[in-house]
Structure formats: C-alpha cells, structure tokens
C-alpha cells in the first residue's frame, strides 16, 4: 500500500526534503520522489549503494547505515502524477494512516506549500 504526496506550490525542493526527512524516522515507510525516481541512470545504481544512500540522506538528518538499505523504494513503480509516496511494509491501520497524515502537516506547515495525500 502506498500514501502518495502531491505538492501544491513552491518550494517543492524544500517540501520533497522535509518529507524526505521525516521519513528517516518512520521504519515501516520506504520512500520515492520525483528527484529520486528522475536522476539519471548512473546516479540510480549509485543510489542502490548503501554508502551513497547515506550522502543523499545525511544531511537531512541523523540515518544509520541499516536504515538506508530500506529506505528507498525497490518496487520500480512511478511516483506518477504525484511528488512523493510512502510505501507501507505492511498495511497500515487507520491510527497509522492519521498520524502519517499529522506528521505531513507538522513537516510541511513551515515551508508554506499545501499538499494532497491519497492512500491506495
């Protein structure tokens, strides 16, 4: 099951690096984005490298060496028209779902952007 982000607005860099950032936190997510999903193909092997998930995501905040082996998506499946999704490890439950939605708004409420989110 994945909750799919759409942007509404600038800063979307910002947005995508906040939620990108939230997402270091929340085990039971992995994530894509348009970024991550559009880098070229070279960049995207690099990204399968743990050490290279590392230099993506450490500036965002503290990540370990474990959780960058699950925290980008391996499904293969487009963001579409989207920006951003959380894919769920298991399926999630509707406290799970509410506090997802919580910590969007508490991510993104600094930056200005609005957003849309749609759990399939």
């Known amino acids: 099951m994945k909750s799919y982000v759409k ?22 997510v992995c994530i894509m984005d348009t970024v991550i999903q559009y880098t070229n193909e070279a960049e995207r092997d690099l990204l399968g490298d743990t050490d ?12 370990t060496r474990k959780r960058c082996e699950s925290i980008i998506s391996k499904s293969g499946e487009s963001v579409g028209e989207y920006d951003f999704y959380f894919e769920w490890f298991v399926n999630p439950n509707s406290d799970q779902l509410h506090m997802l939605i919580e910590a969007v708004d508490e991510a993104l409420a600094p930056i200005g952007v609005r957003y849309s989110i749609t759990t399939k």
């Open 7 to 28: 942007i509404y607005g600038p800063p979307v860099a910002k947005a995508l690096n906040a939620l990108r950032k939230m997402a270091i936190d929340m085990p039971e």
């Open 52 to 63: 290279s998930v590392l230099s993506f995501f450490k500036p965002l905040g503290d990540i």
